[in-house]
């Protein structure tokens, strides 16, 4: 016969809509569900208490379920600083469920524990939000849990003859566990509608024995006066509604049927949520589930759950009211209970007799008419007309014993001439599992040594400690060891109460004094290794207070280390000694506690991993979690990538900021000649006012006035000259930062002795190479300035002939990479590298030979430092200050990433302390008086319909196809810029893209043109930007058509110099410029027009085309028309760059300087 409850347990109940899922089958993506039953007989009670606790305050994450090989691993967070990882593998068992086959943690225990309990509670709770979102409905938390002890099967009393020996046996024979089990809950939300009350009843139930049928339960009726012999009266409780005559009725309630839906009932939400939470705690700690008990009754006596206490009080809150089966019955609920045996003797000669007394709330009870619950409770009763049952929980848990002494109706008898085999034999065992007095103290007992919790401390070598725990008892004059735990087919009787007190006792004190190793005695364990500090703190602090315990011995084994915590202050000092490296010191620290030397390496590598405590060779040990230490170590980190030391930690001469603060954290500094030589001057920079900075003067030869700023910079160039400090010049486009680079070397060339002849290499665009050469010939004529035009290949001439007697050698990008060899075999003054966004890829072969040439001087020039990333602006520093930040991925850790995301707003401040000697940047701002007044405008154009209709067939075809990639964009970079690219040229003319549609005109040429008519008829200048040069070509075959004259200029121009003085000198009136190639380098005040045709995301690159001609020597108002096809990509580009644009100035104090990179968000909204 198939039982009214299901036996299997999840907890607590699952009130589902029938049919929801077909076979009980879950998606394949839920993690496993897993029965309470079979967690808590993994891990243990105490241990699957906690892991509720972990399991509901969210520290399990990272929860990952593979159905393949049935594993389930988590992280769960404890009280190490790193999150533990659990792994369970998992088999399938019945009606959809799994069960644990194996389970394994990094925690100190190692497996079977509280992390592997909370991963699996975790992980119910998963598969229940699975079934919500599949429209399933859930009413209770997956993160309660209930015991598993096993019902006690119906005692009958024993005859009335029986001997006292035979009771006695009874009494102290072989104990059975019984286990309570803790169970929570908590109930779904649910609106509070006038609905029909519940009520719990009351009845005693007369339960006759079993039949021989051994599948038919036991059955039962209410009782009566008359009880049938050999019954049992237990006590039952079931739901019932109100009747029709003002009565308590059952109608169709049954405990099967509360834990679901009944339709044809209006139940009070909260009270039938109660009963179904009370049915599914009754289930789960029972498994009497199979002997076809009367589905309308629950029997308290089976309640083994200590919970039903807490239900109860509930019940009162929920106004479920607690009735019996007529109005006359009272149900009263009491506050504590007690059994125990009474001892009294007439006289020393007479029989020792024993009485079972129960009290309730200290009022005496008949043992004879009472049961127990569970073995957490009591209740009483008394058939009468006017019956009352009164229920109240124990204070500890009811023994076997004592629930056996309330079935004992008859005076337990021990004879005067047994009396001293009692006391002898059978008192000792009796007292540890039962309360014996004598109240009128008639009775003297014997005093009985209780039971000492031995622990056995055993040191061994390297730091290791082994605990073991055992009972050591005295009894008759004799010592007996017994394991710290019962175990199966252990006949000895134990002191249960006394050692649970003193277990709880010793448990308190590790739990609290054993920081370092509290996952290992959240629950005391035969036997504990330790090793490295926790064996220390144990030793040092734990064993001690244990020491002061009563009940509790220590037996040490071994020799005792003299463990020693330092709890002083540390005191901190740092020094640099040069190193066989040019730019860099090795690092020493020096750390003292208590006049003690902390190696320096084992306490760095113990910062780095998040150690709370350290422990020396010496054994003393001390805590980390110190402000010295923290700013200690992120120092540190700055100063050097831990996996690049070789040697030990080193500081670079151009991290004089960090170096100083080295020097506010230390209590002492010591400086090598040299650093403080490099540092000194180096901390003169580290001011935002340029002109405390020594002025140098001017070099005669330079024929240029400059301006004020010009000179600042110019003394600021001319003080990192004399330190040897490399720098990066970042002045905005057209504040003439040639003019000052050619004042620089002009002063190192009058101020070096006359053997020294090494010449300055300039590396620029070879765009830019002509204009170098110009400038220089303009503002230093004085200076012999060579220009290298080919390879040596190619002019059939060695660098070092063509290179001899010069002060400065100009020369591209392209030829210093291609030739590097040559320019490496040459001794040069200082490298300058113009344009120097050019060489930003740090994985480029510009980028490697610009780092590697050997100079004493390098210089950087740039009017964007920045393009794309914060790591544009680490590569530049690497080339001419490489020891400022030497780690690309330290970097990317300590200020790309966190900037980015946003989360560590305080960063750009440091950033910019630590950059800020050896960058300089100006903006156009400073000279905004000099300058005339710049005017932009945005053209909207509205595409012709074929245009259009043709653009919007092309976007939903990339658009489709685009969403699908961008999701990887590292995999798919190439094909979504491509796809990008696509609809930027259809928004310009289709033809770009076919030729086919060549008939379709391009609406943003007729624009321009319309434009362009009136400016030139006004005798105005006008530069024409593009991106595309096949756009480019498109307008200037148009200006050919109707006669406009015109220069162009692209990558593949060859006679630049000749094109640009065409625009210059007033030939052309119309400069067309591939924005690559002519965005940088070129003075082209002459135009006061300028035209954007195609906008793209990134604000630099149009503002530096844009100050080709709005910079000094601009003599008229500039005009600028951004171009955008309305309805198409380039309205989502200009909307992008205003967002990009938000981050230009964040590094150096609201200046225009860089963009971050595409995202996949920034795609994502080009397409929308």
């Given at each position: 016969m198939r039982a009214?409850?299901p036996?299997?347990v999840?907890?607590?109940?699952?009130m589902?809509e029938?049919?929801r899922?077909?076979?009980g089958?879950m998606?394949?993506d839920?993690?496993?569900?897993?029965?309470?039953d079979d967690i808590?007989?993994?891990?243990?009670?105490?241990?699957?208490q906690r892991a509720r606790?972990?399991?509901?305050?969210?520290a399990v994450s990272?929860i990952?379920w593979?159905v393949?090989?049935g594993?389930?691993?988590?992280?769960?967070?404890?009280?190490s600083p790193?999150p533990?990882r659990?792994?369970i593998v998992?088999?399938?068992?019945?009606?959809?469920?799994?069960?644990?086959?194996s389970?394994?943690?990094?925690?100190?225990?190692?497996g079977?524990c509280?992390h592997?309990?909370?991963?699996?509670?975790?992980s119910?709770?998963?598969?229940?939000?699975?079934r919500?979102?599949?429209g399933v409905r859930?009413?209770?938390e997956?993160?309660?849990a209930a015991?598993?002890?096993?019902a006690p099967?119906?005692?009958?009393?024993?005859?009335a003859?029986a001997?006292w020996?035979?009771?006695?046996?009874?009494?102290?024979?072989k104990?059975?566990?019984?286990?309570?089990?803790?169970?929570g809950?908590?109930?779904?939300?649910?609106a509070k509608?006038p609905r029909?009350?519940?009520?719990?009843?009351?009845e005693?139930r007369?339960?006759?024995?079993r039949t021989a049928?051994r599948?038919?339960?036991?059955t039962?009726k209410?009782?009566?006066s008359?009880a049938?012999p050999g019954?049992?009266?237990?006590l039952g409780?079931r739901p019932v509604i109100p009747g029709?005559?003002?009565?308590?009725?059952r109608?169709?309630?049954?405990?099967n049927?509360i834990t679901?839906?009944?339709?044809?009932?209006?139940l009070?939400a909260?009270?039938?949520?109660w009963?179904a939470e009370?049915?599914?705690?009754?289930?789960?700690?029972?498994?009497?589930?199979y002997?076809?008990?009367?589905?309308?009754?629950?029997?308290l006596?089976?309640?083994?759950?200590?919970l039903?206490?807490a239900?109860?009080r509930d019940?009162?809150k929920?106004?479920i009211?607690?009735?019996?089966?007529?109005?006359s019955?009272?149900?009263r609920?009491?506050?504590?209970a007690?059994?125990?045996?009474?001892?009294?003797r007439?006289d020393?000669?007479?029989?020792?007799?024993?009485?079972?007394?129960l009290?309730?709330?200290?009022?005496r009870?008949?043992?004879?008419?009472?049961?127990?619950i569970?073995?957490h409770?009591v209740?009483?009763?008394?058939?009468?007309p006017?019956?009352?049952?009164?229920?109240?929980?124990?204070?500890?848990?009811?023994?076997?014993?004592?629930r056996r002494?309330?079935?004992?109706s008859?005076?337990l008898v021990?004879?005067?001439g047994d009396v001293?085999?009692?006391?002898?034999?059978f008192?000792?065992?009796?007292?540890?599992s039962?309360?014996?007095t004598?109240?009128?103290?008639s009775?003297d007992?014997?005093?009985?040594?209780?039971?000492?919790?031995?622990?056995?401390a055993?040191f061994r070598a390297?730091?290791?400690?082994?605990?073991?725990?055992?009972?050591?008892y005295f009894e008759?004059?004799?010592?007996s060891?017994?394991?710290l735990?019962?175990?199966?087919g252990?006949?000895?009787l134990?002191?249960v109460a006394?050692?649970?007190?003193t277990?709880?006792?010793?448990?308190?004190v590790?739990?609290?004094?054993a920081?370092?190793?509290?996952?290992?005695?959240?629950q005391?364990q035969p036997?504990?290794t330790?090793?490295?500090l926790?064996a220390?703190?144990f030793?040092?602090?734990?064993?001690?207070?244990l020491?002061a315990?009563r009940g509790?011995?220590?037996?040490?084994?071994?020799?005792r280390p003299?463990y020693?915590?330092l709890?002083e202050?540390?005191?901190l000092?740092i020094?640099?000694?040069?190193?066989?490296q040019?730019?860099?010191f090795?690092l020493?620290?020096?750390v003292t506690?208590?006049?003690?030397?902390v190696p320096?390496?084992?306490?760095?590598?113990?910062?780095?991993?998040?150690q709370?405590?350290?422990l020396?060779v010496?054994?003393?040990?001390l805590?980390l979690?110190?402000p010295a230490f923290?700013?200690?170590h992120?120092l540190i980190?700055?100063?050097?990538?831990l996996?690049?030391?070789?040697t030990g930690?080193?500081?670079?001469?151009?991290q004089?900021?960090?170096?100083?603060e080295?020097?506010d954290?230390?209590d002492e500094?010591e400086?090598?000649?040299?650093?403080r030589?490099?540092v000194t001057?180096?901390?003169?920079?580290?001011?935002p006012?340029?002109?405390?900075?020594e002025?140098?003067?001017?070099?005669?030869?330079i024929?240029a006035?400059?301006?004020?700023?010009?000179r600042?910079?110019f003394?600021?160039l001319?003080f990192?000259?004399?330190h040897?400090?490399?720098?990066?010049?970042?002045d905005?486009?057209?504040?003439?930062?040639t003019?000052?680079?050619l004042a620089?070397?002009?002063?190192?060339v009058?101020?070096?002795?006359?053997?020294?002849?090494r010449p300055?290499?300039?590396?620029?665009?070879?765009?830019?190479?002509?204009?170098?050469?110009?400038?220089?010939?303009?503002f230093a004529?004085g200076?012999?300035?060579?220009?290298i035009t080919?390879t040596?290949q190619k002019?059939g001439r060695?660098?070092?002939?063509?290179?001899?007697?010069?002060?400065?050698v100009?020369?591209?990008?392209?030829l210093?990479?291609?030739?590097f060899?040559?320019?490496?075999d040459?001794?040069?003054?200082?490298?300058?590298?113009?344009?120097?966004?050019?060489?930003?890829n740090?994985?480029?072969?510009?980028h490697?030979?610009a780092?590697?040439?050997?100079a004493?001087?390098?210089?950087a020039?740039?009017g964007?430092?920045?393009?794309?990333?914060l790591?544009d602006?680490w590569?530049?520093?690497g080339i001419v200050?490489?020891?400022?930040?030497?780690?690309?991925r330290?970097?990317?850790?300590?200020y790309v990433r966190?900037?980015g995301?946003?989360?560590?707003p305080?960063?750009m401040?440091?950033?910019r302390?630590r950059?800020?000697?050896?960058?300089?940047?100006?903006?156009?701002?400073i000279?905004?008086?000099?300058l005339?007044?710049?005017?932009?405008?945005?053209?909207r154009?509205?595409?012709s319909?074929?245009?259009?209709?043709?653009?919007?067939?092309f976007l939903?075809?990339?658009?489709?196809?685009l969403?699908?990639?961008i999701?990887?964009?590292d995999?798919?970079?190439?094909?979504?810029?491509?796809?990008?690219?696509?609809?930027?040229m259809?928004?310009?003319d289709p033809?770009?893209v076919d030729e086919?549609?060549s008939d379709?005109s391009s609406?943003?040429?007729?624009?321009?043109f319309?434009?362009?008519?009136?400016?030139?008829?006004?005798?105005?200048?006008?530069l024409?930007f593009?991106q595309?040069?096949?756009?480019?070509?498109?307008?200037?075959?148009?200006?050919?058509d109707?006669?406009?004259?015109?220069t162009?200029?692209?990558g593949?121009?060859?006679?630049?110099p000749?094109?640009?003085?065409?625009f210059?000198d007033?030939?052309?009136?119309?400069?067309?410029i591939?924005l690559k190639a002519g965005?940088?380098g070129?003075?082209?005040?002459?135009?006061d027009y300028?035209?954007?045709?195609?906008?793209?995301?990134?604000?630099?690159t149009e503002a530096?085309?844009v100050?080709r001609?709005?910079?000094i020597?601009?003599?008229k108002?500039?005009?600028v028309?951004r171009?955008v096809?309305?309805?198409?990509?380039?309205?989502?580009?200009m909307?992008l760059?205003?967002?990009?644009a938000?981050l230009?100035?964040?590094?150096?104090d609201?200046d225009?300087?860089?963009?971050?990179?595409?995202?996949?968000?920034?795609i994502?909204g080009?397409?929308?």
């Amino acid at each position: 016969m198939r039982a009214e409850f299901p036996a299997r347990v999840l907890f607590p109940v699952r009130m589902e809509e029938p049919g929801r899922w077909e076979n009980g089958r879950m998606p394949s993506d839920a993690p496993p569900l897993v029965d309470v039953d079979d967690i808590v007989h993994l891990v243990g009670p105490a241990s699957f208490q906690r892991a509720r606790g972990y399991a509901r305050g969210g520290a399990v994450s990272d929860i990952d379920w593979e159905v393949s090989s049935g594993t389930l691993t988590s992280k769960v967070k404890g009280h190490s600083p790193r999150p533990y990882r659990s792994r369970i593998v998992l088999a399938p068992a019945a009606d959809g469920f799994h069960r644990p086959v194996s389970s394994a943690c990094s925690c100190p225990v190692s497996g079977d524990c509280k992390h592997v309990a909370a991963t699996l509670l975790e992980s119910n709770a998963t598969h229940m939000q699975h079934r919500e979102r599949d429209g399933v409905r859930r009413t209770s938390e997956l993160r309660t849990a209930a015991g598993l002890a096993e019902a006690p099967q119906p005692t009958e009393a024993p005859p009335a003859e029986a001997s006292w020996k035979t009771t006695m046996t009874a009494l102290t024979a072989k104990k059975t566990a019984s286990t309570a089990r803790p169970f929570g809950t908590s109930a779904d939300t649910a609106a509070k509608l006038p609905r029909t009350p519940l009520a719990l009843q009351f009845e005693l139930r007369e339960q006759t024995p079993r039949t021989a049928d051994r599948w038919r339960g036991p059955t039962a009726k209410a009782a009566t006066s008359n009880a049938e012999p050999g019954a049992v009266y237990r006590l039952g409780v079931r739901p019932v509604i109100p009747g029709s005559s003002g009565n308590w009725v059952r109608a169709n309630i049954t405990w099967n049927s509360i834990t679901h839906q009944i339709n044809q009932l209006a139940l009070n939400a909260d009270q039938h949520r109660w009963f179904a939470e009370f049915a599914a705690l009754y289930r789960a700690t029972t498994r009497d589930v199979y002997t076809g008990q009367d589905a309308d009754w629950i029997l308290l006596d089976d309640f083994h759950s200590p919970l039903l206490w807490a239900l109860l009080r509930d019940a009162t809150k929920l106004g479920i009211e607690l009735v019996g089966n007529k109005k006359s019955v009272t149900v009263r609920i009491g506050g504590n209970a007690n059994v125990s045996l009474d001892a009294t003797r007439d006289d020393p000669s007479a029989d020792l007799r024993f009485e079972t007394v129960l009290t309730l709330d200290g009022d005496r009870f008949p043992a004879d008419a009472a049961g127990a619950i569970g073995n957490h409770g009591v209740y009483t009763f008394e058939i009468t007309p006017e019956t009352i049952y009164t229920l109240a929980p124990s204070a500890s848990s009811l023994t076997d014993e004592q629930r056996r002494l309330l079935k004992q109706s008859s005076e337990l008898v021990v004879p005067a001439g047994d009396v001293d085999e009692f006391l002898t034999e059978f008192f000792p065992k009796l007292r540890r599992s039962v309360e014996v007095t004598s109240t009128n103290e008639s009775v003297d007992f014997p005093e009985m040594a209780p039971p000492v919790l031995v622990l056995t401390a055993a040191f061994r070598a390297k730091n290791v400690l082994r605990l073991s725990w055992d009972w050591e008892y005295f009894e008759a004059g004799t010592y007996s060891r017994l394991p710290l735990h019962a175990t199966a087919g252990d006949d000895e009787l134990r002191d249960v109460a006394m050692e649970q007190s003193t277990i709880e006792q010793a448990e308190r004190v590790l739990r609290s004094a054993a920081e370092a190793s509290a996952d290992l005695f959240e629950q005391l364990q035969p036997t504990t290794t330790l090793q490295g500090l926790p064996a220390a703190e144990f030793t040092a602090k734990v064993l001690p207070e244990l020491e002061a315990l009563r009940g509790l011995r220590i037996e040490v084994n071994g020799s005792r280390p003299d463990y020693q915590e330092l709890t002083e202050a540390p005191q901190l000092s740092i020094k640099t000694v040069e190193s066989n490296q040019r730019d860099w010191f090795d690092l020493g620290v020096i750390v003292t506690i208590e006049g003690r030397d902390v190696p320096f390496g084992p306490l760095f590598k113990a910062l780095a991993r998040g150690q709370k405590k350290l422990l020396l060779v010496d054994n003393s040990y001390l805590s980390l979690d110190q402000p010295a230490f923290a700013e200690l170590h992120r120092l540190i980190n700055e100063a050097s990538a831990l996996q690049e030391w070789e040697t030990g930690p080193r500081i670079s001469r151009y991290q004089a900021t960090l170096w100083a603060e080295f020097e506010d954290l230390a209590d002492e500094t010591e400086q090598a000649q040299s650093w403080r030589a490099a540092v000194t001057g180096l901390m003169a920079l580290d001011t935002p006012d340029l002109s405390t900075i020594e002025s140098t003067p001017l070099p005669p030869s330079i024929r240029a006035d400059m301006r004020p700023y010009q000179r600042e910079g110019f003394n600021w160039l001319a003080f990192l000259w004399k330190h040897q400090l490399g720098g990066i010049l970042a002045d905005d486009m057209g504040l003439g930062k040639t003019l000052q680079t050619l004042a620089l070397i002009s002063h190192a060339v009058e101020q070096r002795d006359a053997s020294d002849t090494r010449p300055f290499l300039v590396v620029a665009p070879t765009s830019v190479v002509s204009n170098w050469l110009a400038e220089a010939e303009h503002f230093a004529p004085g200076l012999d300035v060579r220009g290298i035009t080919a390879t040596e290949q190619k002019s059939g001439r060695r660098l070092r002939g063509l290179v001899a007697g010069a002060d400065v050698v100009v020369t591209s990008y392209a030829l210093f990479r291609l030739d590097f060899e040559a320019y490496q075999d040459e001794d040069w003054a200082g490298l300058i590298l113009d344009e120097a966004q050019f060489v930003k890829n740090s994985s480029s072969k510009a980028h490697e030979a610009a780092r590697d040439l050997n100079a004493p001087f390098k210089l950087a020039i740039t009017g964007t430092p920045m393009e794309n990333s914060l790591t544009d602006l680490w590569s530049l520093f690497g080339i001419v200050a490489p020891g400022l930040f030497p780690s690309a991925r330290k970097f990317a850790e300590n200020y790309v990433r966190p900037i980015g995301r946003g989360d560590r707003p305080e960063l750009m401040a440091k950033l910019r302390r630590r950059i800020r000697p050896l960058m300089m940047r100006r903006s156009k701002d400073i000279v905004a008086k000099d300058l005339p007044a710049k005017q932009e405008q945005e053209l909207r154009i509205d595409l012709s319909p074929a245009h259009k209709n043709l653009y919007d067939t092309f976007l939903q075809r990339e658009r489709q196809k685009l969403l699908g990639l961008i999701g990887d964009m590292d995999k798919n970079r190439f094909v979504v810029f491509r796809s990008l690219t696509l609809l930027r040229m259809l928004s310009l003319d289709p033809s770009l893209v076919d030729e086919k549609y060549s008939d379709i005109s391009s609406s943003k040429l007729d624009a321009l043109f319309e434009q362009l008519e009136p400016i030139i008829a006004e005798g105005h200048r006008t530069l024409v930007f593009s991106q595309f040069t096949s756009f480019l070509k498109k307008a200037a075959s148009r200006m050919d058509d109707l006669g406009i004259e015109y220069t162009y200029l692209d990558g593949s121009t060859l006679r630049r110099p000749e094109v640009i003085k065409k625009f210059k000198d007033g030939t052309a009136p119309v400069f067309l410029i591939s924005l690559k190639a002519g965005g940088f380098g070129l003075n082209l005040t002459e135009a006061d027009y300028v035209f954007l045709l195609d906008p793209w995301w990134n604000p630099a690159t149009e503002a530096q085309a844009v100050d080709r001609t709005h910079r000094i020597g601009q003599t008229k108002s500039v005009m600028v028309y951004r171009m955008v096809a309305r309805g198409t990509i380039e309205e989502k580009v200009m909307v992008l760059k205003a967002q990009k644009a938000k981050l230009f100035s964040q590094v150096m104090d609201d200046d225009a300087l860089f963009s971050s990179a595409l995202t996949e968000d920034d795609i994502r909204g080009l397409l929308e």
